[in-house]
Structure formats: C-alpha cells, structure tokens
C-alpha cells in the first residue's frame, strides 16, 4: 500500500499532503545517484507541492561536482533546461535567458 506524504509546500508553504516533481539534468554529479536510461548518471532536482501547486522548472540548480584536484565542490548553474521531468510542472517564466 503507498504511503502518503505530508509536510510544507516548497511553493506555498501550506501543511498538507505533498506531492514530488522531478526535474532530470544531463549533469554527471555526485549528489544524486540517479541514473538514465542509458546508465549514465544525472543530477534532478526535487520539488515538494501540495496539488494545487505545479512546480516551476528551476531556474538555478546547484549539483555536487568532483573538480580536477579531486575536491567536491557545489555549482551553481543557470540557463539549463531539465532533460526529463517526472511529476506536475508550470513554465511561469523564462528559465534560459540570453546573454547581451
């Protein structure tokens, strides 16, 4: 039987049940393990809502990398579109915007 999720709106900020959205990047990171169909690893972004509330594509996302040295450092990446998204969504502004 599945379980139902109850918390915080990330968008209104209600207390009620939750649904998930998943927004899918063609980023190989080391934050997530999520891997596509093609067995290659990817960066998503989750975003809590309650039903009344599709999840805006984000316009910033922040995965983990592993830089040359070896470090982990946090990006923070804008003008990307998400390969893939699972769950309700809304397109509420421009996420790619051009440079001058």
């Known amino acids: 039987m599945g379980a139902i999720e109850f918390g915080t709106c990330d968008i209104c900020g209600k207390e009620t049940e939750l649904e998930r ?14 891997k596509d169909k093609d067995g290659q690893k990817q960066h998503f972004e989750l975003v809590h809502h309650c039903k009344d509330c599709p999840a805006p594509i984000p316009k910033e996302i922040h995965p983990l990398l592993r830089s040359m040295n070896g470090d982990l450092i946090r990006a923070n990446i804008s003008n990307i579109l998400p390969s893939n998204i699972r769950g309700m969504f809304i397109i509420n502004d421009k996420i790619v915007k051009e440079q001058p």
Request: some cysteine.
């Open 21 to 34: 959205t998943y927004f899918y990047y063609p980023i190989h990171c080391e934050c997530c393990g999520s």
